[in-house]
């Protein structure tokens, strides 16, 4: 089959021929349709997280099973699927009490640990791959398909962790990317009753706008928490989302918040920030981090878009070969939403 391989960190993406993968038991193989290109991954090619080498990035797929291995049961050749990012046990207390993502015995990542989705087949234990609902159009739509899984579950779980409600005022820092596009969707779905999107490109707020953004704050003049407290009167935001995390970042996003606010982080990599504890403790203020989704966020995410309720917002489709190509624009953030590599 022809994957894109990763062979060093910071390395570009190099097309080779590798063997079709074969299952063996417990695990099934899909032919992928589809793939998604987003930051983790882009954080794993550029070496800003671990991978072990040569690996196949990619976790954001739509695939059908051709092949399972024994013991599989509940999959079979010609379902439909995507993928769940984390390899969890699905024992411990915290995957029994659905909140997978704090697994005791985590293995790893999709398109980490093990090959991911940047081929034309993909060899996941059978638990990692979940099936499509009925009403969804992954054949037809398969790059929109493709990023449910995370663009839009990662985001759900967020209005969860944060509480958003329909009083709430939502800010979210890095609006324009692949997650912060769905991110203003899926709190305008929640019922805030305005939300803001914040970004370092002006090119992609008419874009924010159409995904549900009420207005929209050019960060590059470096006044973004007086702008804030502007757009609400003085009151403060109720909610901030930030998927930079950069201290700057994270250090506005405080001084933004009203009283009960929420700041939750989903960088993952910025540096550590100052916040203060009197201010903490008069306004009730709450830091929160959040990482991805469990499984059944990821289930309600699939069943919303069958519903129409949610959309995917994938700006670029490309070819598997021109995987590198992408990458570059994800260098220069010149990418608006998520963009997809397609195998066929």
């Given at each position: ?13 190099v097309?080779?021929?590798v063997?079709d993968?074969?299952p063996?038991p ?9 793939c998604?290109?987003?930051?983790t ?9 671990k ?8 976790h954001?797929?739509?695939g059908e099973i ?7 049961v ?17 024992e ?11 697994c ?7 398109g ?9 087949y ?7 791959f ?12 398969p ?5 449910i ?6 985001p ?5 962790r944060?509480?958003?409600s329909?009083t ?16 203003l969707?899926?709190?305008r779905?929640?019922h ?6 914040v970004?370092?490109?002006a090119?992609k ?8 953004a009420d207005?929209?704050i050019?960060a ?5 928490a ?7 009167g ?6 901030c989302?930030?998927f930079?995390?950069?201290r700057d970042?994270?250090?506005?996003g405080f001084?933004a918040?009203g009283?009960?606010?929420r ?8 540096a550590?920030?100052?916040a203060?504890?009197g ?5 009730e203020i ?9 499984r059944?966020?990821?289930?309600e995410?699939?069943?919303?878009v069958a519903?129409?309720?949610?959309s995917?917002?994938?700006?670029e489709?490309?070819?598997l ?6 990458h570059q624009?994800?260098?220069?953030s010149?990418?608006?939403g998520?963009?997809v590599?397609?195998?066929q």
């Open positions: 089959m022809k994957a894109m391989v990763l062979k060093a960190a910071g390395s570009p993406l097309l080779e021929n063997a993968p074969v063996g417990g695990e099934a193989v899909a032919k992928v349709l589809a998604g290109a987003g930051l991954i882009h954080h794993a090619r550029a070496g800003r997280i991978v072990d080498y040569p690996r196949i990035l990619g954001e797929i739509t051709v092949a399972t291995g024994s013991g599989v509940g999959l079979r050749p010609g379902d439909g699927v995507t993928a769940y990012f984390y390899l969890t046990c699905g411990c207390r915290w995957c029994r009490v659905n909140r997978e993502t704090l005791e015995n985590f293995g790893g990542y999709v980490r640990e093990i090959d991911g989705g940047y081929a034309e993909i060899k996941l234990p059978a638990r990692s979940m099936k499509f609902p009925e009403g969804l159009d992954w054949r037809g739509k790059a929109e398909a493709a990023v899984c995370d663009a839009i579950a990662t759900l779980k967020v209005t969860r944060a509480r958003v329909p709430d005022t939502v800010a979210v820092f890095g609006a324009g990317g692949g997650l912060g596009l769905h991110m969707q899926v709190a779905w929640a805030a009753c305005k939300v803001i999107g970004d370092v490109m090119s707020f008419e874009a924010c706008v159409k995904a549900g207005a929209t050019d590059t003049d470096g006044r973004v007086e702008q804030l407290l502007e757009a609400t003085g009151r403060g935001v109720d909610v989302i930030d930079v995390c950069s970042t994270i250090e506005t001084a918040l009283k009960g606010g700041l939750v982080m989903l960088g993952g990599h910025g550590p920030f100052s203060r504890p201010e903490m403790l008069r306004k709450e830091l929160l981090g959040s990482r991805y989704a469990t059944q966020e990821v289930n995410s699939l069943e919303l519903r129409g309720e949610l995917a917002w994938v700006m489709k490309v070819p070969a021109q995987a590198e190509s992408v624009k994800l260098d220069r010149a990418i608006t998520r963009a590599l397609m195998m």
